[in-house]
């Protein structure tokens, strides 16, 4: 008897320890996944993200129920997004998870900003020195916009003389050579002209009329003189050659005042008027000028029309046929101003990071105009005397992108 009470125990614990078997989950396969892309998931272990460029997924955790920031409790100052029940009238950490005690109706913790994909992020002073982090201030600046364009210097044109004869005759003597720098009065050349002869006579006989007569032919005797101090730039005589009347002999330039002749396109023309400061700038060197014409009219073939720089040159450092850097700055007023280190551009976005003070840095999304110099003109975004971030910029950037990713995968988690 004793034996088949055992043998019956022995098969009702064999039936229902297979029943509690048979009921069994069989485990869960694990399920890897990509903390930058979420979405990206799979049961390979050797398997990769193809958004992050070969990123190796890792394991993940079993699903839990994030734990999302509260409200601050009703006459709070300051409290806990993650325990709300915890709150200070000063500033604090959490008994619970020694997070920063943010105040009401702000969520430090979760990087709230006004520019998506980034999240408001803090420094303290000692990281801040360790980084370089600076920053600037948003100020109101008299601004100008630069123009650049490749620049030719020639002649000014009102600096020009031709030296021509008004007899016609053979040069004796030429006295000049292209290049030489000449005064007005200096002898040119020397020609013999029966004309010219005639008219010496003449003033032997009739006196101070006929002297008249041979200072409209331009001799003096019969000596062909420079009109005008400068440069001759060029020689289109020899001696013994026939002249003819206002035949050129020799071109004379004063280089005191040279021009620099650019090229502006039509989206720019608008904008430069008559009398701008420009500078010209070749071999490390600038000189200072203004804008002495605009050509009302555009080339065809280049849409650009030609603009006429006037620069003074009294030590003669610019010369004829030199190629320069020409600057030429219009004026835009007194406006708020960024510095140009501040701002980060996206392909879809523009923002700075604001120092809100007690190492909070805040992405702000900002409009600019015309840039001025190292300056940038501001439409919107930040008033004047916010300060702005201007070095280390791009580490400050990287965190902001990782706080917002990490905050999009659920949250702070206990």
């Given at each position: 008897?004793?034996?088949?009470i055992a043998v019956v125990t022995l098969l009702s614990a ?66 806990c997004p993650m325990h709300p029940q915890i709150t200070s ?120 009329t006929a002297k008249r007569r041979l200072e409209l032919l ?197």
């Open positions: 008897m004793k034996t088949l064999t039936f229902l320890t297979g029943c509690s078997k048979s009921h069994e989950h069989p485990p869960a396969a694990q399920t890897y996944w990509c903390p930058m892309h979420p979405e990206v998931t799979s049961t390979d272990s050797n398997a990769q993200c193809d958004k992050c460029g070969g990123m190796k997924l890792l394991p993940k955790e079993p699903d839990a129920k994030p734990v999302t920031a509260a409200p601050a409790p009703k006459g709070a100052k300051y409290f009238n000063k500033r604090g950490t959490c008994p619970i998870c020694n997070m920063d005690l943010v105040p009401a109706g702000q969520d430090e913790h979760a990087g709230h900003s006004m520019v998506s994909g980034l999240a408001s992020v803090k420094v303290n002073p000692e990281v801040r020195q360790r980084i370089g982090l600076k920053t600037g201030t948003v100020a109101s600046r008299n601004l100008s916009r630069e123009i650049r364009a490749a620049a030719r210097v020639v002649p000014a044109e009102t600096g020009l003389q031709r030296v021509t004869a008004r007899v016609e005759g053979w040069t004796e003597k030429v006295f000049v050579t292209t290049g030489q720098a000449v005064k007005a009065g200096d002898p040119l050349l020397e020609v013999y002209s029966p004309e010219l002869l005639a008219a010496q006579r003449e003033v032997a006989v009739a006196g101070d331009g001799f003096d005797g019969n000596t062909l003189r420079a009109p005008i101090s400068g440069y001759v730039i060029e020689r289109n005589i020899q001696p013994g050659q026939r002249i003819m009347p206002n035949e050129p002999l020799v071109v004379i330039a004063d280089l005191a005042t040279v021009w620099a002749e650019v090229e502006l396109f039509q989206s720019d023309l608008a904008a430069v008027a008559v009398g701008m400061p420009a500078e010209l700038t070749i071999g490390g060197k600038s000189f200072t000028g203004q804008v002495a014409l605009v050509s009302p009219t555009l080339d065809p073939m280049t849409r650009t029309a030609k603009a006429r720089l006037e620069f003074p040159n009294p030590a003669l450092l610019l010369k004829p046929e030199m190629l320069a850097t020409a600057t030429i700055g219009v004026p835009l007023g007194k406006s708020l101003a960024i510095p140009i280190a501040a701002v980060m551009r996206t392909g879809e976005k523009t923002y700075a990071f604001r120092d809100e003070g007690e190492g909070k840095l805040m992405p702000v999304v900002v409009e600019l105009g015309a840039r001025s110099g190292e300056w940038f003109q501001l439409a919107a975004g930040l008033n004047e005397g916010d300060a702005v971030v201007v070095s280390a910029n791009f580490l400050v950037d990287s965190e902001s992108q990782l706080k917002a990713a990490l905050s999009g995968m659920g949250g702070h988690q206990h």
